[in-house]
Structure formats: structure tokens, C-alpha cells
């Protein structure tokens, strides 16, 4: 069976403490079995730190802000079994 990863809109979402209820549960339960996004979200909380340090706080909150109410897909399509 083909799991669907995580899209990396919802890893950032995730990773700047947007999702609650039920779409944190899904991210959740599937970090949990799936190296692939626990990978990504590494890199996601990686970049996000960065953009910490590096932005004012009042440019750190616009991205932020971007980022919340952006159309985000929470799973991408599971690619093909090669
Ligand atoms: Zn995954």
C-alpha cells in the first residue's frame, strides 16, 4: 500500500505550531512510521530557525503568516511503486 507523505506546506504549517486537531493527529501518526517526512520535517525546522535568526520578528510573522493562511495541501500523491 502507498502512503501519502506529507506536503511540505503542512510540514511547515506543522513545524510553526498552525495545525491542531485533527491535521496534527494525521501529521502525527504519520511521522511516526514514515522516515521520509521525519526527514523533511528536519529540514523544515532547519530552514524555519534560520529564517529566525535571520528575519525581524515583524518579517519572520509576515512569512509565518504566509504560510498559515496559504492554500496548502496536507499529502501529496504517494509516487508509483518503482
Ligand atoms: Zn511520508
Known sequence: MLLPHATQGALKRY???FLNGEDQD?????????DDCRRALSLVDYCILQMRQTLS???????????RHG?????????PAN
Open 26 to 34: 494525521l501529521i502525527e501518526e504519520h511521522l511516526l512510521i514514515c
Open 57 to 67: 520578528e515583524a518579517e519572520f510573522q509576515e512569512q509565518a503568516n504566509a504560510i
Open 71 to 79: 492554500h496548502i495541501l496536507m499529502f501529496k500523491p504517494a509516487s
Open 15 to 17: 513545524s510553526l505550531g
